[in-house]
Structures are given as C-alpha cells and as structure tokens.
C-alpha cells in the first residue's frame, strides 16, 4: 500500500489538492483523484486570472481552453485544446479518452463532440474578467494611444506577438496524484497564457510537454510559458530522466536547465518555465526559472501545505 499523495501548481494548486485528497482517501484512484482537483479549480471563478470560466481571455476576448489527462497504469490519455463555452475541459479531455480512439480534439470540433456527449454550452466571463479585459488588454478596442511597448518585463520578443507572462497571469493548474494502489495519474487545465493570439495553444493539453505519467517512472507536470515547455518536452524529460534513476527533484532542475539553454540557443531571455514531479514511491519535486516565483501544493494524509519551488538561474 502507497500512502496517496497529491501535488499541484500555484497557490490555488490548494484547492485542487484538497479535493484529489478527499477523493483518494474515499479510495478513488489516482487518475479520478487528480480529475476532481482539477474540477475544483476548473469550477472556482474567484481564483482570477487564471483556469477556468473567469479567467483572461485571449486578444478577441474569446476564453479558449486547454486541458489534458493521462493515466499512469495504462498511458491512456485524451486532450482537448482551444475550446470554447465548456466549463470543464478536463472532464471533456477525459470522454476524448474514453469515447474515442483519440487523443485529442481542438475547437468547434471538440465543442461539437462536448454537445454529443450531454456537456452544456455555458458563457465562460465574468464582470470581472470581461473589465480587466477592457481594461488592460494590449489591442483593446478604442485606445486612445499606440501600444508603443506593451511588453512586460520577461516578455518573449521573438515572433509576431510578445508573449505577456508575470507572476499574476499564470494560468495552469497541474495536478499529480499517487492512489493507495501506488498508481500515478495527472490532470493539467488552462485558460493558457491571458490575451494570447486566437488559435494560439501552449503546452498544456499537449501530452509530453504540460503532462506526463507512467506507473513505471514517474509522473510530471507543468506550467509557464508554454512556447518554451513545448520546445524541450518538459513532462516528458522529466519522466524519462526519473526512469534514469534521477529523483523527481534532479529531473525538475535538469529540465529547468535545458529550458534554459534552449532560450539561449534563441537569444531570448529569459525562461519563465516551472515544473514538479512525483514518483512512484511518492518523492516529490519541483523547480522553476528564476523570477517565475513557483510555488506548488503538497498534501498527504490531511496535511495540505504551499512550498516554494527551487529557482534554477542559467548556467553561465
Ligand atoms: N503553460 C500555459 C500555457 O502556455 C500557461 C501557464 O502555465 O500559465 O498555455
């Protein structure tokens, strides 16, 4: 017997890891444990700026969401990516896993297959995202003066549109969990990164890059600018460098490590990328660039606590 363990990215990762928790203590296995944590979060319209209905929408102002699933026993997966009106991607990432051949569905067609499948189509905004919405997106409707330098500190310049992450517009909850059994199973949604091009997808719903699970390696997840998560297959490296002999926390900082050197190689500074992991025994592990101000959530038993992750800086 494993004792189940849950981990998951960002403050409001709390959230998500009090719910997994509740449900592999009732002994629901890892993969339902990490799907209702990532629900919590889905469902949570206060936890602004980020997942879910609530979040920042995209350059047009339309909420597209990410998310995917995969099942550490069997690799069974499914994804969804750019959907609209959905309420809980997660939870239609995992219908594209059980209902069809499939691993993943984008756009009108994944909404298509959500409406076969008795999902509701639901309006996504709040008063509050829709203000900030006007408020501070750079190509908002009617603005007085020309967005001379839209771009924040640790923008990516690369590109026909600077990627705008800070520490508030993080916008991905990962959740891993470990059930009794000592399976792995992982859940990753986003609203991905706030004001993004139409049609952009990052990292999240892509499996390999924002999640991976593998009862016989490990379990790893993501969350950052996805552009540089997809570049070097975060989750993937990380899984293959715990099926190595690597612990979960020299594979996050390795994977930290590439990243870097793939911006490197690019010219483009600096990374913003964050990572954790979880074995199979139940070891646990995280890292992030610097500035990214990582911050994920563990819970055992019934002990939920917020640890910093450890900032990895380039190697000069
Ligand atoms: N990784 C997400 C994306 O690029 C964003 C985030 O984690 O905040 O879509």
Redesign the pocket.
């Known amino acids: 017997m494993a004792e189940p363990i849950t981990i998951a990215t960002w403050p409001f990762g709390r959230t998500a890891v009090e719910a997994a928790m509740k449900a592999l203590a009732r002994g629901e296995s890892a993969l339902d444990a990490a799907l209702a944590g990532a629900q919590a979060v889905e469902a949570d319209t206060t936890i602004r700026n980020s997942v879910g209905f609530g979040s920042l929408p995209d350059r047009l102002g339309r909420l597209t969401l ?1 998310a995917c699933l995969m099942d550490g026993r069997t690799l069974a997966c499914g994804a969804v990516a750019c959907v609209e009106h959905i309420r809980h991607p997660s939870a239609l990432a995992r219908r594209v896993m059980e209902k069809t051949p499939h691993v993943l569905l984008v756009g009108e067609a994944a909404k298509w297959f959500a409406l076969e499948q008795g999902f509701r189509l639901e309006v996504p905004y709040t008063l509050e995202s829709l203000k900030e919405w006007l408020e501070k997106h750079p190509d908002r409707p009617n603005r007085e003066t020309p967005n001379k330098n839209p771009q924040p500190a640790g923008a990516e310049t690369s590109g026909a549109a600077a990627i705008n ?1 800070s520490e508030f ?4 909850v990962t959740v891993l969990s470990l059930d009794a059994k000592g399976h792995l199973g992982g859940v990753c949604t ?1 609203s ?2 706030a004001y993004k091009l139409p049609g952009r997808v ?3 719903p892509i499996i390999g890059a ?1 999640l991976y699970v593998d009862d016989t390696a490990g379990a790893a997840g ?6 540089e ?1 997809l570049r070097i297959g975060g989750s993937l490296f990380i899984v293959e460098q715990m099926r190595a002999g690597k612990s979960p926390q020299e594979a996050c900082e390795l994977a930290c490590r590439r990243a870097h050197a793939a911006t490197a190689r690019r010219g483009v500074h600096p990374t913003r990328v964050a990572f954790l992991a979880l074995d199979p025994q139940g070891n646990v592990g995280a890292a992030c660039t610097e500035k990214t101000n990582f911050q994920y959530a563990v819970g055992r038993g019934e002990k939920v606590e917020l640890l910093p992750a450890k900032a990895i800086g380039p190697t000069p």
């Open positions: 990410d992450i517009n993080h916008d991905t986003t991905g990164l990052g990292d999240s924002g993501a969350t950052g600018v996805g552009e998560i």
